[in-house]
T-cell receptor, first 114, second 118 residues
């Protein structure tokens, strides 16, 4: 089966600009996650969708970050305006329903804010 | 709330030597436990997982992990390390939905970076 697709792979923007990331999960996976991974740290969950509904966005900086999952399939994560501290790798993952199933990760988008 | 600690930030081993990466978790019930590996520039790949049953689980690439409830640990081991094992390793805890949360939740540890000396 095809894996989780993310684009772009790399993005460099200036602070205060906006940026958007796209994720296409594995077909049939109900749960979709966006993680932020700052260099030298573990992935931090930003938002978790179950089908097209948000089940956890407690660590999403909602003043600047937004995410949506259209029709329970693809998802976009947006940052507006970006700050220097947003420089990180943004990982998208998907899984079937239930925590006892494997989460499959995309290769991530490396964002550099200058 | 559940949490994961990986006490070793960085470990260096010689090729052919044995390896043990430590993972400790905090969770009220028996959690689901995972080990993922991340090679440079890549996403995370699942090495192995524990849900129930035999506390010693086998994974891919010759890795194994042992769940010890009394120590709240899930340490990853490999008897003989290869140079290609150099990567970042993440332990993760999964908690099924409960009275506190209406959804399943997975928390990652901070990771252990493994270097292998040829």
């Amino acid at each position: 089966e095809a894996g989780v697709a993310q684009s772009p792979r790399y993005k460099i923007i200036e602070k205060r600009q906006s940026v958007a990331f796209w994720c296409n999960p594995i077909s049939g996976h109900a749960t979709l996650y966006w993680y932020q991974q700052i260099l030298g740290q573990g992935p931090k969950l930003l938002i978790q969708f179950q089908n097209n509904g948000v089940v956890d966005d407690s660590q999403l900086p909602k003043d600047r970050f937004s995410a949506e999952r259209l029709k329970g399939v693809d998802s976009t994560l947006k940052i507006q305006p970006a700050k220097l501290e947003d420089s990180a790798v943004y990982l998208c993952a998907s899984s079937r329903m239930g925590v006892n199933t494997e989460a499959f990760f995309g290769q991530g988008t490396r964002l550099t804010v200058v | 709330a559940q949490s994961v600690t990986q006490p070793d930030i960085h470990i260096t081993v010689s090729e052919g030597a044995s390896l043990e990466l430590r993972c400790n978790y905090s969770y009220g019930a028996t959690p689901y436990l995972f080990w993922y590996v991340q090679s440079p520039g890549q996403g995370l790949q699942l090495l192995l997982k524990y849900f129930s049953g035999d506390t010693l689980v086998q994974g891919i690439k010759g890795f194994e992990a042992e769940f010890k409830r009394s120590q709240s640990s899930f340490n990853l081991r490999k008897p003989s390390v290869h140079w290609s094992d150099a990567a970042e390793y993440f332990c993760a805890v999964g908690a099924p939905k409960s009275q506190e949360t209406s959804y399943d939740k997975v928390i990652f540890g901070p990771g252990t970076s493994l270097s292998v000396i040829p």
